[in-house]
């Protein structure tokens, strides 16, 4: 992350400070931001002059919630306001290196933000050498923060009894926004003496990508011998010996977002899952979109027949859950009904209701405009 400036981490400070109309806040004067991006006091008013010469903030005295005396304080202009939600946009796809008790964990900072909840600013000030996140140097609501879970109890009861059973994959598929990843990280706050690999597929990935981070985890400094063969190119060669080092390990490997994905990716899952049921004490999950086409699955009925690979399909909340999640317990029958019939029971755009952001939900669905119009007119209906 070091190609940000001062000034724009300033932004992206500010940024999470948008909306604050009264009871204004420390953090956004000098001082508070100052301590918030992790640098010297002395620093902020040259960067701050700049900012406001290019029209991306406005300065302001006002009163801090709880004190007399007015202080200096900082805001974001419309034009600082775009500036700053693009540089978070690109902040948010990149990815860093968590590091937690059970393990190291490949993330982008967007879903580490939501995770451990810390905010942007929060995760680049605590970012060691090479994009670490240690979250095990961290208070403990930075380490242990995780998202609801609305009624997940037989989908958590049906993995814990994978983890615990001979079958080496779980195969978890479910719509985008159904709480994949979040059933499986609440999975792992459970799952003690599991050395934890987290790999986030992205559609660009290659059977190279995701077995040179492997092979790292598997083997450590150890593995020059085993990173030898996968960069001469020998497949074979790389799976055996990346075998003998997961073997009573105790490793589970996740790997996230598994889509459409190339013939040779889906030839290396093959090969992993096979790998897998020939060793003791390792396992693999994949979680996938359940729109993932049958010429991307890694897997046959052979395999789940035999015990190699656990399908699990995530369905959406029941209405009485899908109502738990929109926070309102008097909403009409047949408001409900509408909001059910068009979200299906989905936890992400029942959330993005709740919250009312109409803006995020047209992004990540496919409602059009009256739709949207409807749910949200309908969310605030009660009885």
């Known amino acids: 992350m070091a190609s940000l400036t001062v000034n724009d981490r300033m932004l992206v400070h500010l940024f999470d400070y948008r909306n604050v109309q009264n009871d204004l806040p420390p953090d956004i004067t000098q001082a508070g931001i100052a301590t918030s991006v992790g640098i010297r006091r002395s620093h902020i008013p040259r960067s701050m002059k700049t900012l406001t010469e290019e029209g991306a903030i406005e300065e302001r005295r006002e009163r801090v919630h709880g004190a007399g005396r007015r202080l200096k304080m900082y805001f974001l202009t419309e034009k600082g306001y775009r500036r700053a939600a693009n540089i978070r946009k690109q902040i948010g796809r990149r990815k860093i290196t968590v590091r937690s008790s059970s393990g190291e964990t490949e993330l982008p900072v967007s879903e580490a933000s939501g995770l451990y909840e810390m905010s942007y600013t929060e995760i680049l000030k605590n970012l060691g050498p090479e994009d670490v996140l240690d979250t095990t140097q961290m208070p403990p609501k930075a380490a242990t923060g995780k998202r609801e879970l609305v009624n997940r109890q037989a989908e958590l009861l049906h993995m814990r009894e994978w983890l615990a059973g001979k079958a080496p994959v779980l195969a978890l598929y479910g719509h985008v926004g159904y709480g994949k990843s979040s059933l499986v990280r609440t999975l792992l706050d459970g799952a003690e003496g599991w050395r934890v690999f987290w790999k986030d597929l992205s559609e660009d990935d290659d059977a190279t990508d995701v077995l040179k981070p492997l092979v790292h985890f598997a083997t450590g400094k150890r593995g020059s011998s085993v990173r030898k063969l996968l960069e001469e190119g020998n497949f074979d060669g790389t799976m055996t010996a990346l ?49 993932t086409p049958a010429y991307c699955r890694f897997y046959d009925r052979k395999m789940t027949e035999g015990g190699v690979v656990d399908e699990m399909h995530l369905k959406g909340l029941s209405q009485e859950d899908s109502k738990l999640v929109l926070g309102n317990p008097r909403i009409e029958d047949e408001a409900m009904r509408r909001i059910y019939l068009l979200t299906k029971g989905n936890p992400l755009f029942l959330t993005l209701m709740r919250e009312g952001n109409a803006e995020e939900l047209k992004k990540r669905s496919r409602f059009t405009t009256p739709e949207i119009q409807l749910l949200m007119f309908s969310k605030t209906v009660e009885g």
């Open 243 to 291: 075998g003998e080092e997961l073997r009573d390990s105790g490793s589970l490997l996740v790997f996230d977002n598994y889509s459409i994905v190339g013939e040779d990716l889906v030839d290396a899952f093959n090969a992993l899952a096979h790998l897998l049921s020939g060793i003791e004490k390792a396992k693999m999950i994949v979680v996938a979109q359940e729109a």
